[in-house]
């Protein structure tokens, strides 16, 4: 079973960076697609930034040119990382990640996706 955890969400400033961190503990999938999503209060959750464990990337036209997403395995271990520059207000959201090991490999559809974190809070003023 893997264990999804986030962190490095927080309060910042219109205009700052962050960087979230996502950890994926027990996972010995070779094809999977792993992605970002975001729900703001009173709004419903949307996928913000996707990569497929071959690279591939894919963002929301929304937060394109600012986002970044990255990846890296060890062993059995996932990390997934969000680079987010230029931070509005209109981000602020919990953000959660998300694995999906049902297309092998190819984008998944959000009610595809098997494994999710708890999530973590960015707040922008």
């Known amino acids: 079973h893997v264990q999804l955890v986030e962190s490095g969400g927080g309060s910042v400033q219109a205009g700052g960076s962050l960087r979230l961190t996502c950890v994926g503990y027990?996972?010995?999938?070779?094809?999977?697609?792993m992605s970002w999503f975001r729900q703001a209060p009173g709004k419903e959750r949307e996928a913000v930034a996707g990569?497929?464990?071959?690279?591939?990337?894919?963002?929301a036209a929304s937060v394109k040119g600012r986002f970044a997403i990255s990846k890296d395995v060890a062993d059995t271990v996932l990390n997934l990382t969000l680079r987010i520059d230029s931070l509005k207000p209109e981000d602020t959201a919990m953000y959660y990640c998300?694995?999906?090991?049902?297309?092998?490999?190819?984008?998944?559809?959000?009610?595809?996706?098997?494994?999710w974190g708890q999530g973590t809070q960015v707040t922008v003023s």
């Open positions: 990569i497929a464990s071959a690279a591939g990337t894919s963002y």
């Open positions: 027990n996972s010995d999938y070779n094809n999977y697609y």
């Open positions: 998300a694995l999906c090991t049902r297309r092998n490999g190819g984008f998944c559809s959000q009610n595809e996706y098997n494994y």
